[in-house]
């Protein structure tokens, strides 16, 4: 599930905002996100036990996202590997610049 672009979002958002959020405040964080996107997203992290879902009995039916402790312990995870690609986003952007001039080279004539 952690490999799955939009459940790091997910996460992401959550943990960034450190309080439950509506269906329609993560669609406005995660810009790009289909709402079909959204609700596989949300359930299969419901499911996998990272996220947690209350619905509230109003009229219209209200309903609350919010990380578990599972999901708190995936989101430091994750909030590690962003924390090592912004540290070595340099070395990564050099690198590949040397494979796409590599790449791009004639190929050397064979003797």
């Known amino acids: 599930m952690l490999a799955s672009k939009w459940a790091l979002y997910v996460l992401a958002a ?29 359930r299969a992290l419901e499911r996998d036990g990272l996220v947690s879902r209350t619905v509230y009995p109003t009229v219209p039916p209200r309903v609350d996202y919010e990380l578990t402790a599972l999901g708190v312990e995936a989101g430091q995870l ?17 690198a590949r610049g040397r494979f796409d001039e590599r790449d791009a080279a004639p190929p050397a004539p064979v003797r």
Not at 19 to 42: A, C, N, Y
Not at 83 to 93: C, K, N, P, T
């Open 14 to 42: 959550l943990r960034r905002y450190d309080r439950p959020m509506r269906f329609s405040e993560l669609r406005r964080v995660l810009d790009g996100i289909t709402q079909k996107m959204l609700t596989q997203t949300l």
């Open 78 to 94: 994750t909030a590690a590997i962003a924390d090592w690609s912004v540290a070595h986003a340099r070395e990564i952007l050099t």
